[in-house]
């Protein structure tokens, strides 16, 4: 390869699209082929047969008897067949039929008279000037010329084409023959052609009806050996060997002067054959098949489609250097890190120029091979795979051979390392929906065989660990790697671009332990949680703490003896940086209730900071996780993304050890309720079902009131769902009424950790109305949902209401209605991923080439201005608030703190 | 332009932008500001209803002058074409 050359960036001028002429199909040919054989019986391709030695090498070691080249050089050479009768392309049936019924089948010209010819030549010149698409043009060509039923040049009567999907033609009902076909189209003038948007000197009109098929050289369509030693041919050649049979046939019964009727079928049968071999999805015939049934895939199958040429090997390619394993958690590493099993690491590798500096070192990893066993307190060192040496040769290391290796690199050499503790590598998670699908993160070889990492990079990636896999990309440049790690490292992705907040933050335990450490729990005396100091000991090791220890208390045990203690909360502090001033009520807080209600600190649901203390209030959702996590937020605004991982990291620790020391658990019985609250859910139960019933009596003996605009069937829809829906809002008051935060599902619950009241209510009080398209179930048997009920019942039971809880268990009825409920979810989810999966690939089709210039405009690869200023304001939105520039309310409250403790102000 | 063609101004409707040709002599330093040739603009066609009150003809300059939601108020330009 020439470099000069081939490294030059190019640009296409023009391009120009065109049609075979069958000279030119004999001219490419390097033989005609004749027999439908492909090898003898000694395994050798038989001359003038499908595989014949002139359409190119497959096999290695040989050579082209086109070209004398060998497998890889030689490019495959064209062959042809001779077809007895012609036949349609199917890929242009469309444009023959409009040539057809724009042209006079007498003189071939197009139905125009002088004056509107002229007209129609005026109008194509200024397309032609302009570098407009002539092909909108033709459509109204053949459009307005078809109308025409006479033509004005020879007075010949033009008679109504019809098509038969998708190749045989009909002029007034009667049949065409192919031939007839192409003698029309052989008349129509060069000059006629560009008004039917055709270049006369690339593409003739008969030439769409092919006399000549060209066949594809063996490259494109080789054949496999098996291991039984059993050949396998390509699909293409079991259709051209399908196109030469019926071609001998036809052409053997045609020159023995068969029945017409008989030549006719087989010329079909041709017909059929070159079709599917073209398409074999084509509308209106049957896809050819395989002797297994699998239909074929001929030429467009290959090209069309995800799995085609186009999408599956153009527009994206398999890589190198890339790693795919299933995923599972671990809550000991850095967001930042991704943990890579042994395996793996061993395989992937890291490019290293030697130069005269790291070369003692690149030596030294030579000499210790490609599997090098680990030192004592090491689970595993990086080896060396291979050597590619200056002149572009690469030498594979092995331990028998690494010292020579090692003795003769030079500088210039690259070493291929494998991977290290701290590579940089890029991992991935399918659908990549979004920029936070692909992130850069830090290796942590360590035994196992899956890929880890911590959770709160779970909802960034949409991923659990139920099985899901993720794909690992290791960088092999130091531009790359740098610019992923500016860019793409986890801990730049903790904000945003949609909301301008962070969208990576604490999930699940983290929340539920930093909840039950720092909130007072009623105790008004408390400051969170009371660890004995051994226990908050172990909670601070745990994050790495150093600094100054949290204040410590004494205070007597239960049997008396004076213990040492820490509060929760100042063990929070700890994490918090020293400016940190912030306040809001907490996610736990009851809506409705009062500021100063909710200070008191039997209540602690008004987080206070301040200077970096935890004064009041407990940490739960809306302090630490994504989405709505002030103190995150915060964080990773004033201090930047290194800070806000950091304080992220230890937040998610500290929660998992608290929780470790206390022991946090749910099980059935938090669903477990009095039975007084049970029967008082039953009564609204029933009170629910004779006001449904009451209101079917309404409506059935016209009483009614009908609500402005609707109708009474809607009316009482609409007055039912109320009314059930009341029901299970009572039933979840009453739930609540019975549970407390000591029940671990309500904690989890209203700290934001996992659940809602709504799904405690369904599954401890009543589950409430089932619908199916926003309505009451209504479908089923005639006139009833279920054979359970009576013809017509419109009352609660018989149209979906559930009035069971999960835990008491559904009723037969309910539990169908309730399938049903659930099935329209599943369907809607199936529905909408497809949908807008499509949306997204068009979307980033035309989006992918644009990007934001210095100056701050969006421009595309040609150049061309998109927008004049990114987002009309310029303001990159993970690096704003909420999308603002500027957080007023914060350069405010921190002017005035500043100003009021009289240090230096200003924002 | 026929009164027909003008019964209804469209300017004259609140979502729609203010558009005015951008005098001759300020679209090179227009140009200039973003290193560009006039092609590299945007695109309007002259068949635009906006474009036709203005009277704008393909090769002149539009500059439309819109209420954002991030910026508060923003200026474009698009060049004028001929509609296909
Ligand atoms: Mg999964
Ligand atoms: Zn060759
Ligand atoms: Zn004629």
């Not at chain 1, 002429?21 to 499908?50: C, H, N, Q, W």
């Not at chain 1, 007209?119 to 407009?132: C, V, W």
Request: hydrophobic share 35%.
């Amino acid at each position: 390869m020439n470099p000069t050359l081939t490294n030059q960036p190019k640009k296409i001028g023009y391009m120009e699209f065109g049609l075979l002429s069958p000279k030119e199909v004999r001219g490419l040919s390097a033989t005609k082929i004749i027999t439908a054989d492909t090898y003898d019986d000694d395994g050798f391709p038989i001359e003038m047969g499908l595989m014949d030695p002139r359409l190119g090498v497959i096999e290695p070691g040989l050579r082209c008897k086109t070209c004398g080249q060998k497998v890889g050089d030689c490019p495959g050479h064209f062959g042809h067949i001779d077809l007895a009768m012609p036949v349609i392309h199917v890929g242009c049936a469309r444009t023959v039929r409009d040539i057809l019924r724009s042209s006079c089948r007498g003189c071939g010209k197009v139905l125009f008279s002088e004056r509107i010819r002229e007209e129609y030549d005026r109008i194509l010149a200024s397309y032609l000037n302009e570098g407009k698409d002539a092909s909108v043009l033709a459509k109204k060509v053949a459009k307005d010329a078809s109308n025409v039923t006479v033509c004005p040049h020879c007075g010949r009567e033009h008679g109504a084409i019809d098509v038969d999907k998708p190749t045989t033609f009909r002029e007034n009902g009667h049949k065409m023959t192919p031939s007839e076909v192409r003698e029309w189209l052989e008349k129509v003038p060069d000059e006629d052609l560009p008004l039917l948007g055709l270049n006369p000197a690339v593409c003739r009109p008969e030439w769409m009806v092919l006399t000549v098929l060209p066949v594809p050289p063996v490259t494109m369509r080789p054949s496999i050996t098996l291991e039984s030693g059993e050949r396998s041919e390509d699909d293409l050649t079991h259709k051209l060997v399908d196109v030469i049979r019926i071609n001998q046939r036809l052409q053997e019964n045609r020159d023995a002067g068969a029945p017409q009727l008989i030549v006719e079928d087989l010329w079909e049968l041709l017909q059929y054959h070159i079709t599917t071999y073209f398409d074999n999805q084509t509308a209106g015939i049957p896809p050819a098949r395989h002797r297994s049934g699998r239909p074929l895939k001929t030429i467009s199958q290959r090209l069309k489609g995800k799995e085609g040429r186009f999408r599956s090997n153009l527009s994206g390619k398999r890589v190198n250097f890339s790693a795919r394993t299933v995923i599972s958690p671990d809550p000991n590493l850095s967001i930042n890190e991704v943990g890579c099993p042994i395996q793996c690491a061993r395989e992937l590798t890291v490019p290293v120029r030697v130069t005269p500096a790291n070369f003692a070192h690149c030596q030294e990893l030579i000499l210790r091979g490609n599997d090098p066993e680990a030192p004592a307190g090491k689970l595993y060192i990086p080896g060396v795979n291979y050597v590619r040496r200056a002149d572009g040769r690469r030498v594979k290391v092995t331990d028998k051979n690494c010292e020579e290796v090692a003795k003769r690199l030079d500088v210039g050499s690259t070493v291929e390392r494998q991977l290290n503790d701290g590579d940089v590598v890029l991992f991935n998670r399918q659908p990549t929906l979004h920029r936070m699908s692909m992130m850069a993160h830090t290796v942590r070889v360590m035994p196992g065989k899956t890929f880890r990492f911590n959770l709160p990079c779970c909802p960034p990636y949409n991923a659990d660990f139920d099985g899901d896999e993720m794909n690992m990309h290791i960088l092999q440049g130091e531009e790359a790697r740098s610019e992923a790690e500016i860019l793409m490292k986890v801990q730049e992705n903790i904000r945003s671009p949609r909301f301008g907040g962070p969208i990576i933050g604490a999930i699940h335990d983290h929340i539920s332990g930093n909840f039950l450490l720092t909130w007072n729990f009623f105790n008004a005396d408390a400051k969170g949680a009371k660890l004995p100091i051994e226990d908050a000991t172990q909670v601070l090791a745990r994050v790495g703490f150093r600094g100054q220890a949290p204040p410590v208390f004494s205070e007597k045990d239960e049997r008396g003896e004076v213990r040492k203690y820490v509060w929760g909360k100042d063990l929070f502090s700890t994490l918090l940086p020293d400016d940190l001033n912030l306040q809001f009520r907490a996610a736990a807080c009851p809506p409705g209730m009062s500021e100063e209600e909710a200070r008191k600190p039997e209540n602690d649901y008004w987080v206070v900071i301040e200077d970096g203390q935890l004064v009041a209030g407990g940490i739960d959702e809306k302090s630490i996780a994504s989405f709505k996590g002030v103190i995150l937020d915060a964080i990773s605004r004033k201090h930047g993304n290194a800070r806000a991982r950091e304080f992220l990291d230890k937040v998610t620790k500290i929660g998992n050890g608290f929780l470790t020391l206390r022991g946090f658990s749910t099980s059935i019985d938090d669903e477990d309720i009095p039975d007084s609250a049970r029967e008082e859910i039953d009564e609204k139960a029933a009170e629910t079902r004779r006001r449904v019933d009451a209101l079917v009596a309404s409506y059935a003996d016209g009483t009614l009131q009908a609500l402005p605009g609707r109708t009474m069937e809607e009316t009482l829809e609409m007055e039912i769902m109320r009314e059930t829906g009341q029901a299970r809002d009572g039933a979840g008051e009453v739930v609540a009424s019975q549970v407390g935060m000591t029940n671990s599902a309500v904690l989890m619950a209203r700290c934001g950790a996992r659940g809602s009241m709504l799904n405690l209510s369904q599954m401890a009080g009543m589950v409430g109305q089932q619908a199916v398209r926003g309505e009451r179930i209504k479908r089923g048997y005639k006139n009833r949902t279920l054979p359970h009920f009576r013809w017509g019942d419109l009352g609660a039971n018989a149209k979906g209401f559930v009035a069971s809880s999960y835990k008491v268990g559904l009723t037969p009825t309910e539990y169908f209605f309730h399938s049903m409920g659930g099935r329209e979810g599943l369907v809607d989810t199936a529905v909408r991923t497809s949908r807008s999966g499509y949306m997204q690939r068009r979307l980033i089709n035309a989006l992918e080439d644009l990007k934001v210039a210095a100056d701050g405009s969006v421009r595309n690869t040609a150049g061309t201005l998109i927008q004049f200023q990114y987002g009309e304001d310029g303001i990159d939105p993970t690096r704003s608030a909420g999308g603002e520039g500027i957080d007023y309310d914060f350069v405010f409250t921190e002017v005035e703190r500043r100003s009021k403790k009289g240090k230096k102000g200003g924002a | 332009m026929t009164d027909e063609d003008l019964r209804f101004n469209v300017l004259n409707h609140e979502i729609v932008p203010l558009h005015e040709i951008l005098p001759e002599d300020e679209v090179a330093p227009l140009l200039e500001t973003y290193d560009i040739v006039k092609e590299q603009l945007p695109k309007i066609k002259s068949s635009d209803p906006a474009v036709k009150v203005v009277g704008a003809k393909p090769g002149q300059v539009v500059r439309i002058t819109r209420a954002s939601p991030t910026a508060g108020r923003f200026t474009a330009y698009r060049l004028v074409v001929e509609a296909i």
